[in-house]
């Protein structure tokens, strides 16, 4: 295929999130693919898609196609009898977790290890066939105050693993894009330079809350002279 072709055509990638039940894959997957976000949670029975076509440098085309798998509810419960149909032939494998909870970090080491025992190395004409990558992906940063997973460990657990990572707000939009435009670069073999980062970079808006002055000073009698305070939600 010459240059001008490979430009033209599209590469497509599997990327499956998988995660205990309420990390916040679909939230993932949705702020991604649609740009939207609902507080309200509505367990996923199965596995839901979303398809994102993204460029990356070098007139690059991709077409990422995001494989939602419900958690099932527990760690490594009803989901895994249907894992390695999920899990085959996946370009990349994300493990989610919520940083709030405790519970959801540990579980991805039974994840993982699912994972590698339906992805045992397999050969195809003598060839051994490449595994898919996989990622550790720190959901809810938004959510700082009620941190009970540290980033030390995130880092840990990713270095001891061999996980690419990321840390994300499925609510606020940081850092969704950018990793998937990280991973499909990733996949790719190319680096993405400074500037490419950042047109996948999202602005968190943080509301101005407007409070009387009156208010702010508990009942010093001063004119209503306003002040601004800025709030990220
Ligand atoms: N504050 C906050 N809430 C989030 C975030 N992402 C998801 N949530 C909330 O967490 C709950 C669970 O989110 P889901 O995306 O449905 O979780 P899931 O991992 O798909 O769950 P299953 O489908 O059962 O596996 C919902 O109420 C979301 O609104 C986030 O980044 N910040
Ligand atoms: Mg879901």
Redesign the pocket.
């Given at each position: 295929m010459s240059d001008s072709e490979e430009e033209i055509s599209e590469k497509q990638f599997k990327i499956v999130?998988l995660?205990?039940?309420?990390?916040?894959?679909?939230?993932?997957?949705?702020r991604y693919a649609n740009g939207s976000?609902?507080?309200?949670?509505?367990?996923?029975p199965g596995v839901d898609f979303y398809l994102k076509r993204t460029t990356l440098p070098g007139q690059r085309n991709v077409a990422i196609k995001v494989w939602?798998?419900?958690?099932?509810?527990n760690g490594n419960g009803s989901v895994s009898r249907m894992l390695d149909k999920y899990v085959f032939g996946a370009n990349a494998i994300v493990l989610?977790y919520?940083v709030t909870s405790q519970s959801a970090f540990e579980n991805l080491e039974d994840w993982l290890s699912a994972c590698k025992k339906h992805l045992a190395p397999s050969t195809s004409g003598g060839v051994q066939a490449k595994g898919p990558a996989f990622a550790l992906v720190a959901?809810?940063?938004?959510?700082e105050h009620r941190r009970t997973i540290k980033s030390d460990r995130h880092h840990r657990f990713a270095q001891e693993n061999g996980l690419l990572t990321y840390a994300?707000?499925?609510?606020?939009g940081e850092g969704v894009d950018l990793c998937f435009q990280k991973i499909a670069a990733e996949l790719l073999g190319i680096r993405l330079s400074k500037a490419d980062q950042e047109q996948h970079q999202t602005v968190v808006r943080a509301d101005i809350v407007t409070y009387r002055q009156e208010r702010l000073n508990q009942g010093q009698s001063t004119a209503s002279v306003k002040t601004a305070v800025c709030a990220i939600q």
């Open positions: 999130l995660g205990d039940s309420g990390v916040g894959k679909t939230s993932i997957a949705a976000f609902t507080k309200q949670f509505t367990p996923t939602d798998v419900g958690g099932g509810g989610v919520d959901n809810k940063i938004d959510l994300v707000s499925a609510k606020s």
